[in-house]
């Protein structure tokens, strides 16, 4: 039997590539049901109060209508009366709002209705009748007028040993009586994490005790527990169909009120109903990443060696829920300072809850710590590159543990060799290309290893084809190509010959897609149970031939039509027969991680170099080159995992430069209303972005050696540009994003 | 969208409730018990609505389409919801991202800022008309090829577009590609990768 190629690091193309080139790929609000009605949110017009009566005839009587759902009139969701009071713990049942359950408003356009109608069309125009009167309090919107209320989280005042409780090692704020120190406060403004699909679902009850949604989700078994506990249902009763999701980076990590508005909606008509959310309510409830005050002191000797650090942040989270997020981790591991403090606190706003957004607090915390390591290597005159390099450390000094691997190092030296470090000058503003001043900057950038349990199952069907499934979800990386591949290498057969399923509830259970978890939580799940299916086979084969009951499981071979042995080809025996006396081939087997992440210190590194142009009159800042590289450990698929680094860079790009949603604090309403008001980056903003992997594995994660790409792709970024701005203009702002008006 | 606290809605004295409200009237005045029965059947209601759909003949991917639509709905909607081609994407409603991009006439449009109405006699292109039969569009085997997206959704406005731009004489050069295909978002970031899908279709001098 020819051998193999190696798929595993191969820059395949992406299995499900063909569906979404030509529009065959559904996503949630894509899906016919006979009967199909449309959903259409009411939000409040006020930030907090009551509502003191809604007037609904008017909507009830446009054509079309089948229901106007309000506090008034909606059945009572079972799971209300048991969830949880606690603010603490991360989200009530099925959402933090027990949607329609009662009269209050927490945020401005909180849904404070839900019409249904046949078409989408008379939804929409019955939605605009409904009316609402409300009794006004007061409310805050602004984190800054907040700050002096901020708050230790529940989680740090019920463990001490929390990430998010008050960190020291050495002397407390000991940067303070530095000779050599700097002090900055910075500032992220909110961003929002707008995926190109809008937040939607489509809710069936297929019988009263049945419940099955299309869902935009990361997870299709959180998503599946939060609403079988809100309606008290088995959880086998639930079914979550989430086969295409149209991008997240975060924002389906939490089940959300549009979610319980159309199970609602879809019990009182007794139809299924499809709820989409417009570009607008994207911004007010499905989360955001928060709006985060940070203060970073440092002090360093002469020679260039960090002495103490201290760290401190204040992110908003809403009345209702504690949202907590690392913006301090990177600071307490990355540098080897002896003196260092953090201090995380929350401020809770009249605004929906926060959520996750793709390299979520490191990379708010990355931009302080990243712009401080620059600040200080300017004051110093070290290039900052050689700074970083003088408080490089072996160990985590942390946890005093050591690395499981480190090659950030390695990291350095690619990238300084592509971005052409050796052009960048000491000196601000040394750089002229014409009008544009023209500058270099880096960023580092860390994430957790992060490994939870997984399931999966394979099952070899008699054409000799094999069937994988697993409830993980595909949010935009190439989970199931980089599985295809996995399991490609593991069983010796072609990646055509493998097909995995994903994104549904019923199949073998997966973590949530988030924190850069899933290639090395699955990973390990797909190649076991590969392993799996080849003992399988074999044990089923010994029956039938003597040769396989001796044979090692290794020695298993899988041939088109026949199993047979590496070492003995003449020992076949077809899939036909093999399956024939069986019924069926099929395992599900379980990977867990062992306790070295209780021995090691795990994390994925990245460092980011930019170029960038800026105008000397307008103050427009290009990004003119951008090089990340990645300490991912083993890389699976070339082609996606750089894609995915490209992406990741281009949000950075977002980060730094544009992204920012702000409310009229006067109204407690967002007044970036869309595309058009939130500027992300489209093709104009995006250079041609280098990326390079040291791809060393890191056999401490997983069998697999992977460690992680989604967050580190952007953790980093955003400084790299903050640097490299103040590297060509001698501008320091640490206020993002970097607009023309803070550089003329 | 917000529920406005005080506002007197101006659609209360639309035709459609004139429509609704006259009907019952002159049932009411002519008294024939199966008027009073259609008008509680909520028939009055049916012959309004049929009253306001407009007759329109569309050929969408090469197939003639008779409609009656209500003059309201947009392309995009009616290719979505009514066609069932659920290529075409929604990503803003506002012909912000690109995403609904479908070719009408052979000119790419945002199908979200355009009605159905409009569009009488039409020829309507749409991702799931590109390929000819198995056979991929150029355009479309080139971002297969060099992974012009991630999540899949913004795909097939980026591919329609990027059509039109080669077609438009528009991709004669990275920037260019860059700033003619600028009203189609990419949030996942695969940027450089389409530029070069659309410079690899436009070198390798395909027929697009």
């Known amino acids: ?744 | 969208m917000n529920a406005e606290p005080e506002l007197e809605s101006p659609h209360d004295d639309s035709r459609r409730t004139f429509l609704k409200q006259s009907s019952v009237l002159t049932a009411m005045a002519l008294v024939p018990s199966p008027v009073v029965t259609a008008a509680a059947a909520e028939l009055d209601e049916k012959v309004a609505a049929a009253f306001e759909k407009v007759p329109l003949s569309l050929k969408v991917n090469g197939t003639k389409h008779k409609l009656k639509v209500e003059p309201r709905t947009t392309l995009l909607d009616l290719l979505r919801e009514q066609l069932h081609l659920t290529g075409t994407k929604k990503g803003c409603d506002y012909g912000q991202c690109g995403a609904c991009t479908v070719h009408v006439d052979g000119q790419r449009v945002n199908s979200c800022l355009s009605f159905a109405v409009m569009h009488d006699g039409q020829e309507i292109t749409t991702i799931e008309g590109l390929a000819k039969g198995d056979e991929l569009h150029p355009m479309q085997e080139a971002f297969v090829k060099h992974d012009g997206f991630q999540c899949g959704y913004c795909t097939p406005g980026q591919i329609m577009s990027a059509v039109a731009c080669v077609r438009e004489g528009h991709a004669g050069s990275e920037g260019e590609i860059r700033e003619y295909m600028s009203g189609n978002i990419c949030r996942c970031g695969a940027y450089s990768n389409i530029v070069a899908a659309i410079q690899d279709v436009k070198q390798g001098g395909q027929k697009v």
């Open chain 1, 1 to 744: 039997m020819k051998a193999q190629q190696k798929q595993i690091g191969a820059p395949m193309n992406r299995v499900d590539g063909h569906l979404k080139v030509t529009g065959a790929a559904k996503y949630s609000a894509e899906y016919e049901l006979p009967g199909l009605a449309y959903a259409v949110l009411v939000g409040s017009t006020i930030t907090k109060g009551r509502l003191t009566s809604i007037d609904a005839k008017a909507a009830e009587r446009a054509p079309g209508v089948l229901a106007v759902i309000t506090h008034y009139n909606s059945p009572k969701v079972p799971g209300y009366d048991t969830a949880g009071k606690d603010p603490s713990q991360p989200a009530t049942v099925g959402g933090p709002i027990k949607l329609f359950n009662d009269d209050k408003i927490r945020f401005n356009d909180q849904p404070i209705a839900v019409v249904v109608a046949d078409t989408l069309e008379r939804a929409r125009y019955a939605a605009r009748l409904v009316k609402a009167q409300y009794a006004k309090e007061a409310h805050q919107t602004n984190l800054e007028d907040n700050k002096p209320q901020a708050f230790l989280p529940t989680s740090a005042k019920k463990n001490p040993k929390s990430p998010m409780a008050d960190y020291q090692r050495g002397q407390a704020d000991a940067y303070k009586t530095g000779a050599i120190k700097i002090e900055g406060e910075y500032v992220i403004p909110t961003e929002v994490h707008h995926p190109m699909e809008l937040q939607s679902i489509t809710a069936h009850w297929e019988a009263p005790d049945r419940l099955t949604l299309y869902d935009k989700t990361q997870g299709t078994l959180a998503t599946r527990r939060d609403f079988a506990k809100e309606w008290g249902l088995p959880e086998a009763n639930v079914k979550v169909i989430a086969t295409f999701v149209g991008g997240a980076f975060g924002n389906a990590l939490h089940s959300w009120p549009h979610e319980s508005a159309a199970i609602i909606a879809a019990k009182v008509v007794n139809r299924p109903v499809k709820l989409m959310l417009t570009r607008e309510q994207m911004f007010t409830m499905v989360g955001y990443r928060p709006y985060t005050w940070q203060k970073l002191g440092m002090s360093a000797t002469p020679d260039g060696k960090i002495t103490a650090i201290t760290h401190e942040s204040i992110g908003q989270t809403s009345t209702y829920e504690e949202f907590t997020e690392s913006t301090l981790a990177q600071t307490r591991m990355m540098y080897a300072s002896p003196n260092l403090t953090t201090r995380y606190r929350l401020a809770a706003l009249d605004i929906g809850s926060p959520i996750w957004m793709r390299g979520p607090g490191e990379a708010t915390g990355a931009f302080a710590l990243e712009s401080a390591m620059d600040e200080m290597a300017h004051l110093l005159n070290l290039d900052p590159l050689e700074f970083r390099l003088r408080n490089y450390t072996d160990t985590d000094p942390e946890k005093n543990r050591p690395w499981s691997t480190k090659f950030l190092k390695e990291c350095y030296k690619l990238g300084a060799d592509r971005i052409g470090w050796n052009k960048r000058k000491l000196k601000p503003g040394s750089i002229r290309d014409g009008e544009w001043l023209v500058g270099y900057g880096m960023g580092v950038g860390t994430f957790g290893a992060h490994r939870g349990g997984a399931h999966a199952s394979a099952q070899l069907r008699p054409d000799g084809t094999v069937l994988m499934q697993c409830a993980t979800t595909d949010i935009g990386p190439g989970t199931g190509t980089a599985m295809t591949q996995i399991a490609a290498d593991t069983l010796g057969i072609a990646p055509e010959k493998i097909t995995f399923e994903l994104g549904h509830s019923d199949y073998p259970q997966a973590g949530t897609q988030g924190g850069s978890s899933t290639v090395n939580s699955v990973g390990p799940a797909v190649q076991q149970a590969c392993l799996a299916l080849k003992d399988k086979l074999r044990e089923l084969a010994g029956a039938q031939n003597p040769a396989f009951a001796s044979a090692k499981k290794d020695d298993v071979a899988l041939g088109d039509k026949h199993l047979s042995l590496s070492s003995n080809t003449a020992a076949r025996v077809p899939y036909a027969d093999l399956l024939k006396q069986a019924g069926a081939a099929s395992v599900t087997v379980e990977a867990k991680p062992g306790n070295e992440g209780q021995q090691y210190s795990m994390y994925s590194f990245s460092v980011h170099f930019a170029e960038v142009r800026v105008h000397e009159l307008t103050g427009e800042v290009r990004v003119s080159k951008l090089v990340s590289c990645a300490d991912a450990g083993t890389i699976i698929n070339e082609k996606t995992a750089a894609n995915q680094m490209k992406g990741g860079a281009v949000g950075g790009i977002g980060m730094a430069l544009m992204e920012h949603a702000r409310i009229d604090d006067r109204f407690g309403r967002y007044v970036t209303k869309d595309l058009a008001d939130y500027h992300v980056p489209v093709h104009a903003d995006a250079p041609n972005i280098e990326v390079a992997f040291v791809n060393q594995p890191d056999l401490k994660v997983n069998a697999l050696g992977t460690k992680g790409i989604g967050e580190i792709a952007t953790i980093g970024v955003a400084p790299a540009i903050a640097n490299a701005v103040f590297n060509a203009t001698g501008k320091r702002v640490r206020e993002l994003p970097i607009t023309p008006d803070k550089l003329v």
